[in-house]
T-cell receptor, first 112, second 116 residues
Framework: DVKVTQSSRYLVKRTGEKVFLECVQD?????MFWYRQDPGLGLRLIYF???????EKGDIPEGYSVSREKKERFSLILESASTNQTSMYLC???????????FGDGTRLSIL | AQSVTQPDIHITVSEGASLELRCNYS??????LFWYVQSPGQGLQLLLK??????LVQGIKGFEAEFKRSQSSFNLRKPSVHWSDAAEYFC??????????????FGTGTQLKVEL
């Protein structure tokens, strides 16, 4: 079974801090994704990557950046955290284009 | 751009009753369609997928979905709901993007409550 592991289930940070969310997958998947999930809004794509060192903006990239130095790891970075970035963050990976995405359990991030 | 509409925010059914969750999509080409389920505090789990071929697809946990191109729909069904099916359900459409890769666009979800 594919395993997507997010480093923290819960995280509390302060406004203005630089925040790192880490995601690791163990199935040699090409594609990796970061979403945020908010009530009533479903999942919205922040960034995705289809190869090492490659990244593409999703639908809501403002205030975020990403890093993919190794195939198995995809990091989401909040450069200067703000309260409107309080949310559930979900990482996913897929084998290739239009293949099913496999999700981690999510990180619930609170910015105070 | 592709989009997905799940018109029902909340649905309540009795245990043992049948279930249908609605999903309508908008996409210019042949879509790749998915249904996912999310239990509280968990990530999303794939229930089933449609890529091509038979328009009735079977998934895990006794779920099925039917692709109807003429109606741009991909509704999820289960003949007899169990209390453990209470969760949030998401429909998604996949599309290729310029420059490579692909992405999913998700609906806003339907929260299913099961009454015992």
């Amino acid at each position: 079974d594919v395993k997507v592991t997010q480093s923290s289930r819960y995280l509390v940070k302060r406004t203005g801090e630089k925040v790192f969310l880490e995601c690791v997958q163990d199935m040699d998947h090409e594609n990796m994704f970061w979403y945020r999930q908010d009530p009533g809004l479903g999942l919205r794509l922040i960034y995705f990557s289809y190869d090492v060192k490659m990244k593409e903006k999703g639908d809501i990239p403002e205030g975020y950046s990403v890093s993919r130095e190794k195939k198995e790891r995809f990091s989401l970075i909040l450069e200067s955290a703000s309260t409107n970035q309080t949310s559930m963050y979900l990482c996913a990976s897929s084998l290739g284009n239009n293949q099913p995405q496999h999700f981690g359990d999510g990180t619930r991030l609170s910015i105070l | 751009a592709q989009s997905v509409t799940q018109p029902d925010i909340h649905i309540t059914v009795s245990e043992g009753a049948s279930l249908e969750l609605r999903c309508n999509y908008s996409y210019g080409a042949t879509p790749y369609l998915f249904w996912y389920v999310q239990s509280p505090g968990q990530g999303l789990q794939l229930l089933l997928k449609y890529f091509s071929g038979d328009t009735l697809v079977q998934g895990i946990k006794g779920f099925e979905a039917e692709f109807k191109r003429s109606q741009s729909s991909f509704n999820l069904r289960k003949p007899s709901v169990h209390w453990s099916d209470a969760a949030e359900y998401f429909c998604a459409v996949g599309a290729s993007v310029t420059g490579g890769g692909n992405k999913l666009t998700f609906g806003t979800g339907t929260q299913l409550k099961v009454e015992l």
